[in-house]
């Protein structure tokens, strides 16, 4: 069974950083796509950042560039992501994501689902 742990949230103040940990159950980042979701309140879920677990070019969302940057540990089944420049509208309930494995990013690849950690920046 695929198992997601978010940790890292907090409350920052505009312009400070963060960094996001999620564990995963051992073997889940092996040949699988893995990244990060957010939701802000009264928002739909929108995809942030992703990675292809063997080494890839990461996906950034536009709002999230040059801001935010994923990586991953696979010795330690835990994927990270360092947010900077943090911004109000960075506040959001923050949820790691993996693919099945074997599953290449792109289209709806997010099938596992951490419970989600909150970020706000005031």
């Known amino acids: 069974e695929v198992q997601l742990v978010e940790s890292g949230g907090g409350s920052v103040q505009a312009g400070g950083f963060l960094r996001l940990s999620c564990a995963a159950s051992?073997?889940?980042?092996?040949?699988?796509?893995i990244g990060w979701f957010r939701q802000a309140a009264g928002e739909e879920r929108e995809e942030v950042a992703h990675t292809w677990s063997g080494g890839d070019t990461p996906y950034y969302a536009d709002s999230v560039k040059g801001r935010f940057a994923i990586s991953q540990d696979n010795a330690k089944s835990t994927l990270y992501l360092q947010m900077v420049s943090l911004k109000p509208d960075d506040t959001a309930m923050y949820y790691c994501?993996?693919?099945?494995?074997?599953?290449?990013?792109?289209?709806?690849?997010?099938?596992?689902w951490g419970q989600g950690t909150q970020v706000t920046v005031f």
């Open positions: 994501a993996a693919s099945n494995p074997g599953e290449q990013c792109g289209g709806r690849w997010s099938q596992y």
């Open positions: 051992t073997g889940t980042f092996r040949s699988a796509c």
